[in-house]
């Protein structure tokens, strides 16, 4: 039995804005560090509601997670930046943090092209 899957012109309007956010998140953490990275979470924020009831809402919702639950990690980092000792435990923070962010991203984008919702 064959399954067709069959997406309305919202859904796939909402699945293209998302991507379009993954690739904004993906590209202003790479050339910024992060530093840009309210603009793509400001839109997040706007467009979440809009898909409530879709499978795109889970995108927006781990988008929004990432950026909050990576500033924490870079703050953490920081905070033991300060301290002599401290110092190659916060790069040790930073780098997996880094590496954290970037699968999340990657990670959501395929979910996202795969019409899978994401595990928030």
Same mark, same amino acid.
């Given at each position: ?12 309007? @909402?699945?293209? !804005? ?10 202003? &953490?790479?050339? #910024? %560090? ?17 898909? @409530?009831?879709? !499978? ?10 990432? &950026?909050?639950? #990576? %500033? ?6 920081g905070a033991l930046f300060v301290?002599f000792i401290g110092i190659p435990f916060a ?30």
């Open positions: 039995m064959s399954q067709t899957l069959v997406l309305d012109h919202g859904l796939e309007d @909402a699945k293209n !804005f998302a991507r379009i956010m993954y690739v904004a998140h993906a590209v202003i &953490f790479l050339c #910024s %560090l992060g530093s840009l990275s309210l603009v793509p979470l400001i839109f997040n924020y706007l467009k979440r509601p809009s898909t @409530a009831g879709s !499978f795109v809402y889970s995108h927006h919702t781990w988008m929004i997670r990432t &950026f909050w639950f #990576s %500033l924490l990690w870079f703050v953490v980092g301290t790069f040790a923070v930073w780098g997996i943090a880094w590496v954290w962010y970037l699968y999340r991203v990657i990670r959501g984008f395929v979910d996202l092209n795969n019409n899978n919702a994401m595990p928030v």
